[in-house]
């Protein structure tokens, strides 16, 4: 039976409307109508003092309530990353492994299949960060483990994960176009990051195919006036998506400003969060509200809910263009062409948020 969900503001992804209800069926949206429109007999559920949007999709998350994926390669691990990534309003993510070794990589990949079998939802897959990135941007990544990868490797890795791996971050600079035709090949989306690649050899990279960038600023040759580096290439490009962290640690919040402004539409939000963790490679522990490992920034404490709030509170954009960063945008990433929006035919996960509660605080209050 259809179910109409009402509430005081629905931002349907590109614009606001007020006394209107989103009717639901079968996990699609049916329609988005003024309330006045609806029947008396049509089922309805009512919240108050909330405004409904699109549910998040997070695209790089490591693991949760101490269940590193990498450390817990198990369904379990799964489950408790989609609790969450739902209660910051995320119905989607891509659980991501760091620079590891090939037994890690596979048995992450067969903790999704798994995840799966069961019927588990809302993991899109597995992003691969590493381990073809360049050792002197690694961050906290485990440098014995980083390597350019042979064609062979990227053959058996890609060919066992068929189906289950969504994104590989990769240094270009280190990568053969042999590898990176590959890559695409198996329709992965490939993202530049953990790389030293001047601004040509970046350029070279998104002409190749590479279509994203992962957590912009960090991690990456920087934006200087005489080598604009990864970072400026991306700002420069006309269609290359870059990813950013607004926790205010990762980023600052000037310069999540500049990069919006000339990013524009191809500027999206992960939470990059991590877990505590006293056993495998990445010992992340919380230092105030951020990660470290080995005292290395590692990793965030966000959820996607509060990177909207930081957005507009720190970052000074616009409360609708926050929402898009967390959900119309990483979809256009993936291809999802059914999401990110509050529109006919389209996916019916919904967030619905309480922000009456204190002037831009944002909570999420249910998950549809």
């Not at 049509?42 to 999709?57: G, R, S, V």
């Not at 920087?222 to 080598?227: F, Y």
């Not at 930081?310 to 990433?333: D, H, Q, T």
């Amino acid at each position: 039976m259809p179910i109409a969900f009402i509430a005081d503001r629905i931002f349907t992804g590109t614009e606001w409307l007020i006394n209107h209800a989103v009717v639901v069926n079968k996990g699609t949206i049916e329609t988005v109508v003024p309330v006045s429109s609806l029947s008396s007999s049509q089922h309805t559920e009512q919240f108050d003092n909330c405004f409904i949007a699109p549910a998040f999709i997070d695209l790089q998350i490591y693991g949760a309530y101490g269940k590193l994926l990498s450390v817990y390669p198990e369904a379990d691990s799964l489950y408790k990353l989609k609790e969450y990534g739902e209660k910051g309003g995320a119905a989607f993510c891509m659980p991501t492994v760091a620079t590891n070794t090939k037994q890690v990589f596979y048995k992450s990949i067969d903790a999704i299949k798994d995840y799966w079998s069961k019927g588990g939802e809302g993991i899109l897959g597995i992003h691969l960060e590493g381990p073809w990135i360049n050792p002197i941007k690694r961050g906290a990544h485990i440098e014995s483990l980083i390597h350019p990868p042979t064609i062979q490797e990227a053959e058996e890795l890609l060919n066992y994960g068929k189906g289950v791996i969504r994104m590989i971050t990769l240094a270009p600079e280190l990568c053969s176009k042999e590898v990176i035709d590959l890559i695409l090949s198996h329709n992965i989306v490939i993202s530049a990051g953990h790389s030293n690649a001047t601004y040509v050899e970046a350029k070279k990279g998104f002409a190749s195919g590479i279509t994203s960038v992962t957590h912009l600023y960090n991690a990456m040759s920087p934006l200087q006036h005489r080598q604009p580096g990864l970072a400026g290439a991306a700002m420069d490009d006309a269609t290359v998506m870059a990813s950013i962290i607004p926790d205010g640690y990762h980023v600052d919040y000037a310069a999540i400003r500049i990069a919006k402004q000339a990013m524009k539409e191809r500027l999206f939000v992960i939470t990059d969060a991590v877990t505590d963790t006293t056993e495998g490679d990445y010992p992340h522990k919380k230092v105030g509200d951020k990660y470290e490992a080995a005292n290395i920034l590692s990793g965030s404490a966000l959820t996607m809910v509060q990177a909207v709030q930081n957005l507009v509170n720190f970052g000074k954009i616009e409360l609708g263009e926050a929402l898009r960063m967390c959900s119309l945008y990483p979809a256009r990433l993936l291809g999802l062409k059914e999401m990110g929006r509050i529109e006919k035919g389209f996916n019916a996960r919904l967030v619905v948020i309480d922000d009456k509660s204190e002037p831009d605080s944002y909570r999420v209050k249910q998950l549809l």
